[in-house]
């Protein structure tokens, strides 16, 4: 029987893992995993959310997840992707998605980076009016089929995470839309590049309540109607709407509300979806967090001053957000004992340490778990997101292995390698031993520069 509790799947997951070697105390005492079934399941309730009339295109935010066969997992599921810099479009390059279904943002994005997505076709939401005078200089030599249009910044406040927020007044993206001169400057941008069919707003992540983002979303609708009636025909034609759907990190509820976000977007915006516009939206973390978790031995634990804590080798390498801000980002964690069944037993409030060497790698704190000892495992909750996709090389531990897991018909798990575990020659690389011969480094300052060795 293949169970649909996510509590029953880790389980089944974590233990077939530990069957199988691919978690294993001396050699990969880290791993993350990724129900590829659940994952499968929440892309198509995202796909159902949105009425059939309207022609969306859902493009998953590679910085959610950027290792290259999830990215071709989700194309395989009908998703596009977006991206946000010259290194998530080489990835999303690679997974096989067409130029058409990508859209490049960033704030930051340098003459080369344009000139290539340019050439490519790839969709560009531009930041502000000087990326804009860049891309027209480019488009004059050398045209381009992408489809253009401006980043509006609907200054509609911020959420309960402020780093996350976009939409406050002073935010660093997009054009502020009531900022003195904007509006009129975006209108006769408009008016004289009929190339500019597109408006784009991502209000923020996480944290950020339906209505707001509802809010932020009318706004550039509003706009697309203004400069349609401004210039006389419908110029605008596609609205996309970012991403930023809030996850729940505190409980198993099952799918991604994206209905409850539709439904929202219906009452607030019902232009949107009249079928008038072509949509794109963005979502990353909705569409992955949830179907994954990460796995860490406990190595030792202790009693310091009095406090249990556990050291485990999940920390700030693989849980960065969490460590670094851990009251925006908590985590729940489980207790499994070595074979990977949870373990039982009376809560006792214990740290769950990582294995960096600084005082506040810890995912939680005097968290009540049965109590753990060397060789059990702990699982980090809803990482499938930003989690060991996104590795902090602090400390130069290991990059885990990522596995994604699917349930056979009569429940057995079978894994798939999506990223191997970093190898001791790569992290050497990645960290430049190739230079350590002086001779070598010389070489390659006088051959890049033709300068003067720095
Ligand atoms: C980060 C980001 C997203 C994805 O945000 P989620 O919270 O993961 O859905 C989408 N669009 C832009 C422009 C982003 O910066």
């Not at 400057?185 to 707003?201: K, Q």
């Not at 979303?217 to 970012?242: C, W």
């Not at 963005?282 to 406090?307: D, H, M, N, P």
Request: charged residues 20%; hydrophobic residues 45%; proline residues 6%.
């Amino acid at each position: 029987m293949i169970s649909s509790n996510p509590a029953a799947r880790r389980e089944a997951i974590l233990q077939a893992a530990i069957a199988r070697g691919l978690l294993d105390p001396e050699n990969v005492p880290l791993a993350a995993f990724i129900d590829v079934d659940a994952l499968a399941e929440n892309v198509s309730t995202l796909k159902r959310a949105f009425p059939e009339t309207v022609n969306v295109l859902h493009a998953f935010a590679a910085k959610a997840n950027s290792i290259v066969p999830v990215l071709a997992g989700l194309r395989d599921l009908g998703l596009g992707c977006e991206v946000a810099s010259e290194g998530e479009l080489a990835q999303a390059l690679a997974a096989g998605f067409e130029p058409e279904s990508i859209v490049f943002d960033s704030p930051a994005k340098t003459v080369r980076e344009l000139r290539k997505a340019l050439a490519l076709g790839v969709a560009l939401n531009i930041d502000n009016f000087q990326e804009f005078e860049r891309i027209q200089r480019i488009v004059e030599q050398s045209p381009s089929s992408s489809p253009l249009g401006f980043r509006i910044n609907p200054q509609i406040g911020v959420g309960a995470i402020a780093e996350m927020s976009t939409a406050g007044s002073h935010s660093k993206f997009g054009v502020a839309l009531e900022d003195p001169g904007n509006r009129e400057a975006l209108l006769a941008a408009y008016a004289g590049n009929p190339s500019l069919n597109r408006l784009h707003a991502h209000v923020g992540s996480q944290g950020c309540p339906l209505p707001l983002m509802a809010a932020g979303v009318a706004k550039i609708v509003a706009l697309a109607q203004e400069i349609n009636n401004h210039i006389g025909r419908q110029q605008v034609t596609t609205i996309d709407i970012g991403g930023g759907l809030p996850v729940d990190f505190q409980s198993d509820s099952a799918l991604s509300n994206f209905s409850a976000y539709v439904d929202h977007l219906r009452e607030t915006v019902p232009a949107l979806l009249n079928g008038d516009f072509a949509l794109v939206t963005e979502f990353g973390r909705s569409i992955l967090a949830k179907f994954g978790f990460t796995a860490a031995y406990v190595e030792y634990t202790k009693v310091s001053g009095g406090q249990h804590i556990a050291i485990t080798h999940a920390g700030a390498n693989v849980a960065t957000r969490t460590v670094f801000m851990p009251h925006a980002w908590p985590l729940r964690v489980t207790a499994h004992g070595p074979d990977g069944k949870e373990k039982s037993g009376n809560p006792v409030g214990q740290d769950i340490a990582g294995p960096c060497c600084f005082a506040g790698d810890m995912v939680a704190r005097d968290r009540p778990l049965p109590l753990l000892e060397p060789g059990d495992v702990v699982a980090l909750l809803d990482t499938g997101a930003y989690y060991a996709s996104t590795p902090f090389t602090y400390n130069s531990i290991q990059e885990p292995p990522v596995y994604g897991a699917t349930f056979e018909d009569d429940g057995d798990v079978s894994f798939t390698v999506l990223r191997a575990q970093q190898t001791m020659a790569d992290l050497l690389t990645a960290s430049g031993s190739e230079l350590a011969d002086p001779a070598k480094r010389q070489r390659w300052a006088g051959a890049v520069s033709g300068r003067q060795k720095f």
